[in-house]
């Protein structure tokens, strides 16, 4: 994880150096552009390491302790829209191929298709199904969305500065998200600007801190949440997004966002509240069922889609399902943590006494 700076039990190389320190360095560095990329749970849980109540939403005084820390900013959230385009999109393929008959030129997946931003989920997939990797989703992780847009857009448009200069900052509630940025298939920045005839390694993002390395990051630069200057960072266009984006922090936030794209796609018109129910028999798993009209043809569809969250307990039946070519559904958000990434493995470690059932209930409404 990154974090374990003596000794790792696993024998993992160790980095000697503390990532928080890293990027202080690199903030103080005039020569280097650092660019952070915040993702939807942190700025509802750093209030909790500044002894703000837990929930507490502090996005602008978050943005403001980026701004004072010497970060330029590229939302997560304006990437999570990004994600969900393209899994909406590549849902659609599928649905009008699959479901509607329609004929395709390219090469789909089969469905269900998996949801594919928890790198938990993806590694244990890797591990343990790797027949049912083909239905995951082809779109990156958001994290690694805005890591490829910074080094490309954004140093060219928006900072105006040297690619190679960019340092991307992942500020996640997770610690899979450091293996995840590991991976050394998420460079296609490299791609592109080997496109323009510029070589270097440029790796999407660079170091990830999560929500407690932020937390202790603000503390040695003796910046509080709580009294700091908030900001609003309303004229970067990289710091906008939907309220879809949003609510891809919760369990059935990346469903209910992607799904929301598609069905407007195929029918034009917007999906009222859409009422997610327990799967009898398979615990801590939901469903839910829409029906489409598609705008073109007048043909009905049945979506039916499930969201499971807690790899370790729940998501294996629906696996096993998938595997023996029974299940019933089209689309599967799998979340490894219990109640999605508001409950990441880098997030504070219960500082007001909450369990992970309140700190749930303190942002999802509907849990
Ligand atoms: Fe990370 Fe957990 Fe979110 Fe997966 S569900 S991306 S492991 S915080």
Not at 230 to 240: G, I, R, V, Y
Request: glycine share 8%; with cysteine.
């Amino acid at each position: 994880c990154g974090q374990c700076l003596v000794n790792c039990p696993f024998g993992a190389p160790q980095d000697t150096v503390d990532v928080v320190d890293k990027v202080i360095d690199k903030l103080k560095n005039k020569q280097v552009t650092v660019v952070g990329t915040i993702a939807p749970a942190v700025r509802v849980a750093i209030g909790e390491e500044f002894g703000m109540e837990p929930g507490s939403l502090v996005t602008e005084k978050m943005y403001g302790a980026m701004k004072q820390a010497g970060f330029k900013v590229l939302d997560t959230n304006f990437t999570a829209d990004q994600t969900i385009m393209e899994e909406g999109m590549e849902l659609i393929a599928k649905i009008r191929h699959y479901a509607l008959g329609e004929p395709s030129e390219h090469h789909l997946g089969p469905l269900p298709q998996f949801t594919s931003c928890c790198p938990a989920w993806v590694r244990y997939a890797e591990l343990y199904y790797p027949e049912l990797l083909p239905n995951m989703s082809s779109a990156k992780s958001p994290m690694m969305m805005a890591g490829a847009l910074g080094k490309t857009y954004g140093a060219k448009e928006i900072w105006k500065v040297d690619p190679a200069s960019v340092f991307m900052v992942g500020v996640m509630p997770c610690t899979a998200k450091k293996f995840e940025a590991s991976r050394p298939e998420f460079n296609s920045a490299a791609h592109y600007w080997q496109t323009q005839g510029k070589s270097g390694s440029y790796p999407d993002i660079d170091v990830v801190l999560t929500t407690r390395d932020l937390a202790r990051l603000f503390k040695k630069l003796n910046i509080d949440i709580k009294t700091v200057a908030e900001f609003s960072d309303k004229d970067n266009p990289l710091a906008q997004y939907s309220g879809a984006g949003t609510i891809f922090a919760n369990t059935g936030g990346v469903m209910e966002a992607a799904l929301r794209t598609a069905y407007f796609v195929i029918t034009g018109k917007e999906l009222d509240v859409l009422e997610f129910k327990p799967v009898r028999g398979l615990k801590g798993v939901k469903e839910a069922s829409v029906t489409m009209k598609d705008a073109k043809t007048g043909k009905e569809v049945t979506l039916k889609v499930a969201v499971a969250h807690g790899t370790k307990e729940n998501v294996k039946p629906l696996l096993d399902e998938v595997k023996a070519g029974k299940s019933p559904y089209h689309f599967i958000e799998i979340m490894n943590c219990p109640g999605g990434c508001v409950n990441g493995g880098g997030q504070p470690i219960n500082p007001m006494g909450t369990s992970w059932l309140d700190k749930a209930k303190a942002v999802l409404p509907w849990s």
